[in-house]
């Protein structure tokens, strides 16, 4: 097992991490949590796997379980969906003593975490993340949010988990493409600050392998994050780090209407787009683009979107980034394991991008 604990200026939490721990999760809870009343929040794909066994062994240690459902997808990001939530959780009676968690990947956590902050002017809440993008990433750092229909996650807070319990076993049900689009976040950790990291992924040859080493993979990315959001909880600077890659990511995902690329996949095309670019221009140690795209290759990433007329997609970049301030922030390495904050000026977005 392994225990992280994020130490921010309000407030205190474990990250727990353990093949199994889902079957504790009783005692897990038990332990931080003395009222009866649950709810919690999953899709419907979740519960078919891991719904009944969780329901089982919550209730047969005493408490008392309500579960909110909703369907799988970023479409349930949304205040009608959010809505419905609120409602469940008048229906139920949940009280500001009550306990929300959030089971489930990415879509679920943003969403039961900003309801959980907002109803009743907030609620405690557990994150337990079944997706590997979730596991390493999202249920860490306390960015919960909701999408609107003119862009994504518009509304939003900053609102940190009692705990998170993270049960790498889950990941054996995941689909294999998004199992992939959670290694595109993975790689980006390496890139930006674990040399080592980079190379045991280059060593792992198999899914089998993968699956072998990802209790410590999930643990090296946890503790990454960790320790960037302890230093700047609210992306003030050095948490932008984490945007490696986003910059374009953001405007391939949304360019393709989010159908073509998941946000892994745009997240890795971005990643190699701009590491080609500053390493053409000397910024960048010569080799570091092929080290990444090597890497991608093996973990069945793209590199580039492939033979379209990217002079429209140049251009939406741009729109993008027309509301922004002069002076941009982009993510670049110096070499893989060094990932730096680069400040450009908004016009010069194109020359780094030009790769596409
Ligand atoms: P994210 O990739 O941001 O975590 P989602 O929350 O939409 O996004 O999860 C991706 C998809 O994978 C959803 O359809 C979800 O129901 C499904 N899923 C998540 N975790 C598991 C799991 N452990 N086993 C099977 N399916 C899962
Ligand atoms: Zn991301």
């Not at 229906?91 to 500001?96: L, M, S």
């Not at 932008?240 to 209407?257: D, P």
């Not at 251009?315 to 922030?329: F, M, T, V």
């Amino acid at each position: 097992m392994y225990k992280i604990k994020v130490n921010l200026a309000q407030k205190d939490y474990p990250i727990l991490i353990k093949r199994g721990i889902i079957n504790s999760l009783d005692f897990e809870i038990g332990r931080i949590y003395k009222n009866k009343k649950i709810a919690i929040i999953t899709d419907h794909n979740i519960k078919g796997i891991y719904g009944d066994r969780i329901i089982e062994s919550l209730s047969a240690y005493g408490f008392q379980i309500h579960t909110i459902l909703v369907n799988p997808g970023e479409g349930s990001k949304s205040i009608q969906v959010l809505s419905h939530v609120y409602n469940q959780l008048l229906d139920i009676g949940i009280n500001r003593k009550d306990l929300i968690v959030a089971f489930g990947g990415g879509v679920v956590g943003d969403l039961a975490g900003f309801a959980a902050s907002t109803f009743l002017r907030g609620i405690r809440y557990i994150q337990v993340p079944t997706s590997l993008l979730a596991q390493i990433d999202s249920s860490v750092g306390g960015k919960v949010g909701i999408n609107l229909p003119r862009g994504k996650n518009l509304v939003g807070n900053f609102y940190h988990p009692e705990s998170v319990f993270i049960d790498p076993d889950l990941l054996n049900t995941l689909p294999n493409r998004y199992l992939y689009d959670g290694m595109a976040e993975v790689i980006k950790y390496a890139c930006i600050r674990d040399k080592t990291m980079y190379e045991k992924l280059l060593s792992i040859e198999s899914k089998e392998k993968l699956y072998e080493n990802i209790e410590e993979i999930i643990y090296s990315c946890c503790s990454i994050k960790k320790e960037i959001v302890e230093k700047d909880e609210r992306e003030s600077g050095e948490r932008m780090l984490l945007n490696f890659g986003h910059t374009i990511g953001h405007a391939i995902e949304k360019f393709f209407n989010y159908e073509t690329f998941t946000h892994g996949e745009a997240v890795a095309i971005g990643m190699y787009c701009i590491t080609r670019q500053s390493e053409e221009m000397g910024i960048t140690k010569k080799g570091t683009s092929s080290l990444i795209k090597r890497i991608l290759v093996q973990y069945n990433l793209p590199f580039e979107i492939g033979e379209i007329d990217n002079s429209r997609l140049l251009e939406s970049i741009a729109l993008d980034k027309k509301g922004e301030e002069d002076i941009l922030n982009i993510v670049l390495l110096k070499e893989i394991g060094a990932g730096f904050i680069n400040k450009i000026n908004k016009e010069d977005i194109g020359e780094f991008v030009s790769h596409l």
